[in-house]
């Protein structure tokens, strides 16, 4: 059985590689989720003027890579106390949120976010939105696996952004199922 998760986190540039090298992770795709134009382009979103946020779906066997585990690894790619954006890019379509498919999704989200506003992790309050899911819209396919395609660009920007030094600080001395 293949279950669908969709995680907004900043650029969804950055928001594919950490997800899709893991078993049970069949597809992830960059795309545009939770505004009000139908098929918005790249453009349209980027000016804040759809009220889509870039996201990444996830289609997994869970199974085998379980919902929980996936919200552990979104979490540690995001600043979840940032209400403006992630990172460098700024806006209403950078900002972060978890769009749920099931209520159980969403009662799996909800603890997921209340035991990171606990763990002590981060002073100012956990500000990630849990949103039902709503239509998901592709990204044009130029943006489809960016990190393979453009690596030395993806790569550039990457280390422009903050994201790396973000995760080093937060992360890497503490796991966050410790």
Request: negative net charge.
């Amino acid at each position: 059985m293949i279950e669908k998760a969709t995680f907004a986190g900043g650029c969804f540039w950055c928001m594919v590689k950490p997800f899709i090298e893991w078993d049970g992770i069949h597809k992830v795709t960059s795309g545009y989720m939770g505004g009000h134009l139908k098929n918005p382009t790249y453009e349209d979103v980027k000016k804040g003027t759809s009220g889509h946020l870039e996201v990444v779906e996830i289609e997994f066997e869970p199974s085998v890579f379980s919902y929980e585990q996936l919200l552990d690894i979104y979490w540690m790619q995001i600043d979840p106390t940032d209400a403006y954006g992630q990172f460098h890019d700024r806006g209403e379509s950078y900002t972060t949120a978890i769009f749920t498919y099931s209520e159980e999704q969403k009662r799996i989200a909800e603890l997921s976010k209340e035991k990171l506003a606990k763990s002590g992790r981060f002073i100012k309050p956990i500000v990630t939105t849990i949103r039902d899911a709503k239509q998901f819209y592709p990204a044009e396919d130029y943006h489809q696996d960016y990190y393979k395609k453009e690596s030395e660009h993806y790569e550039k920007d990457r280390s422009l952004s903050g994201r790396d030094q973000f995760i080093t600080e937060h992360w890497e001395k503490k796991a966050f199922s410790d």
